[in-house]
């Protein structure tokens, strides 16, 4: 009975099809919409995490406080208040895995022959790439005895072995980062993109003892701007940044009302306040795309009591042959809810596509999920149901007398 009923509906369709198409239309741009927004705000989602997480995982970031100079107060880490000897207490602290002391050198260019990049030097000791999850491609990295000694040696991210080298090996190449010759001894493995479009292979590591003695001329304060600190789990987070806080206090002899000249960052905490924003806005994207479902809905029930009207005498005469009222409103909704899915697998296709056009233009992946699509096909059926039954139940309590009259 029902394939019967189905195979009227379609043929209910198919004899107008433009009137069908043009009241499908509100529900294929309707899920068009919604689909791309998920897409779209999922990818965004994914970036974020992604970038974040390529710092590395269970990450804390301790950054020296602001300088002054009379009444003027420079940025965030532009102070001297943090020391090799603060990342090393902070090493033996319970279930901290490592602690990198680093330092950047402003302005680096750094030059290879007759090339030059303007690039990213930063100061650091083996432990930077044990903290930020990072191996060398080829070559390898600084040994600690390297970095005590504060050997010429760097290691280069993939962009700058590129700019610098291009299709050469950089292995055992020389390059001078302000007039100080380094030997190149590993190129590390591409990373490629950061969250704001930052290119995290755009750099140079050098051992810290080089970057403070040559690059900063910096050897007798022995101060640096950041310790990247790894955790052992993510349980252990918010237990550590308390102790770093009372450590660093303890060391830098801050008295009870005396304001942190340090601050502490859990990445982690990052990642999830970022990813509930753009989960946030990708819903409120999703809602305000889901009105065109509404409008579509709103379409398929005017058509349907068009259809209604129109068939008037075809309801009176069914109902004189024997049909009962709830086949009637079953025959009506079906092709409310046939009209609602045809649309809405048509708005599916449509929005995979827009979204693989939309990842490509800004620059990353969209992924249409199979939820998102579930949750698609489950909307256009229930608003099939929802504004399609007025018009059934209209059409199945007409008198079957008034209607053959009609």
């Given amino acids: 009975m029902i394939g019967t009923m189905l195979a009227e509906a ?15 239309l509100g529900m294929i741009i309707g899920v068009a919409a919604v689909i791309l ?7 965004v989602q994914k970036q974020v995490s992604d970038s974040i997480s390529g710092l590395g995982s269970n990450l804390l970031i301790v950054t020296a406080g602001s300088s002054r100079q009379g009444p003027l107060s420079g940025g965030a880490g532009s102070g001297a208040t943090l020391r090799i000897e603060d990342a090393d207490a902070i090493a033996r602290i319970e279930n901290v895995v490592a602690a990198a002391p680093s330092t950047a050198v402003p302005a680096a260019q750094a030059v290879a022959g007759p090339v030059n990049w303007s690039t990213q030097v930063t100061g650091s000791v083996p432990a930077y790439f044990i903290v930020n999850e990072w191996t060398a491609g080829d070559g390898r990295v600084f040994s600690d005895r390297e970095e005590r000694a504060g050997a010429r040696v760097a290691v280069i991210g993939q962009t ?7 299709a050469n090996d950089p292995l055992g190449q020389m390059i001078r980062v302000k007039g100080v010759s380094l030997q190149v001894i590993g190129v ?3 990373r490629g993109q950061g969250f704001g479009g930052q290119d995290r292979d755009d750099v140079i590591i050098v051992p810290l ?5 040559l690059l900063q001329g910096n050897a007798f304060r022995r101060s640096i701007r950041s310790i990247s600190v790894s955790v052992s789990s993510a ?7 308390r102790d770093i806080t009372l450590l660093l206090r303890q060391l830098h002899r801050l008295k009870g009302d005396d304001q942190d000249d340090f601050s502490v960052a859990n990445l982690t905490a990052i990642t999830d306040t970022l990813s509930t924003t753009t989960r946030a806005i990708s819903l409120l994207l999703a809602a305000i795309g889901s009105i065109s479902l509404v409008v579509g809905g709103i379409g398929i029930m005017n058509i349907m009591l068009v259809s209604v009207t129109e068939r008037t005498r075809e309801i009176g005469i069914r109902m004189a042959i024997g049909a009962s009222r709830a086949a009637v409103r079953l025959q009506f909704l079906l092709e409310a ?6 649309g809405c697998g048509i708005g599916v296709a449509a929005g995979t596509g827009l979204a693989m056009l939309a990842g490509r233009a800004i620059g990353f992946d969209t992924a249409v999920t199979l939820y998102a699509v579930t949750v698609a096909f489950a909307v256009s059926a229930s608003i099939g149901i929802f504004f399609g039954w007025w018009p059934a139940t209209r059409a199945s309590k007409l008198s079957p007398i008034e209607a053959l009259r009609s």
């Fill in 10 to 24: 379609w043929g209910a369709l198919i004899a107008n099809r433009l009137r069908s198409a043009l009241t499908m």
């Fill in 37 to 43: 927004m998920l897409a779209i705000g999922g990818g």
């Fill in 160 to 166: 700058v072995a590129d700019k610098l080298f291009g």
């Fill in 188 to 190: 590390m493995a591409k």
């Fill in 209 to 213: 003892t080089t970057a403070l003695r």
């Fill in 235 to 241: 349980e252990a987070l918010d237990q550590v940044e």
């Fill in 337 to 342: 809810l046939m009209l609602s899915l045809i």
